[in-house]
């Protein structure tokens, strides 16, 4: 008898409960990393109607020509979407940390008070953290693929040893600091969701 009670209940309580929908996933690749020849991984999850997080990285672990870019990093990011996740603007804000190692990169690039092109003749291995906002936009291209393009700005902190040359082991300087302001996200992704 109170098993039968308990049975009505139930019923009673799972007719009137809101439907529950599965959770939104999506991975994504940016294809600006991928043009650079940096293998990038991103996963986003829906976390509220307008709300969602993503967790991303790249990894470079090349040598050309005694040419060094080795570095990996990931950026955790909670998104704001204004009309619904997945589709349209959103706004984000983004942590980022990892570690690199660059070196004997020729170039004459020098952009709001980083030298870039100190790496010509040095090599640079350290670590870094910093934090950003952004916006975007995602085009729906079908019922599983989007598009989406996003830019952040923000503040990135780094420490470093410095050395002569790329292949180079002589030491000049030790846990230099810098610190960086200007772009900390540039994304065109390919997103595919389920």
């Not at 439907?19 to 940016?30: C, D, G, L, P």
């Not at 004997?104 to 008070?113: P, W």
Request: charged share 15%; proline share 3%.
């Amino acid at each position: 008898m109170k098993f039968r009670h308990l049975l009505i209940v139930l019923g009673l309580l799972s007719s009137t409960a809101p439907a529950v929908h599965a959770q939104e996933v999506a991975i994504k690749s940016n294809l600006i990393y991928d043009a650079l020849l940096s293998p990038n991984l991103g996963v986003e999850v829906g976390i509220a109607p307008k709300w969602t997080a993503e967790l991303s990285g790249t990894v470079n672990n090349w040598a050309i020509n005694n040419r060094q870019w080795k570095q990996w990093n990931v950026q955790p990011e909670i998104r704001y979407w204004i009309c619904r996740r997945f589709s349209g603007h959103f706004f984000a804000a983004h942590i980022i940390g990892g570690q690199y190692n660059f070196g004997n990169l020729k170039n004459n690039i020098k952009f709001l008070g980083t030298d870039f092109s100190d790496l010509t003749d040095h090599r640079y291995q350290g670590w870094m953290a910093g934090a950003g906002l952004a916006y975007g936009y995602s085009w729906i291209l079908s019922r599983h693929w989007n598009l989406e393009a996003e830019l952040g700005l923000g503040w990135i902190y780094t420490r470093s040893d410095v050395y002569r040359c790329a292949n180079c082991g002589k030491k000049i300087r030790s846990n230099v600091p810098h610190n960086y302001a200007g772009p900390t996200k540039a994304a065109l992704n390919i997103v595919y969701s389920f």
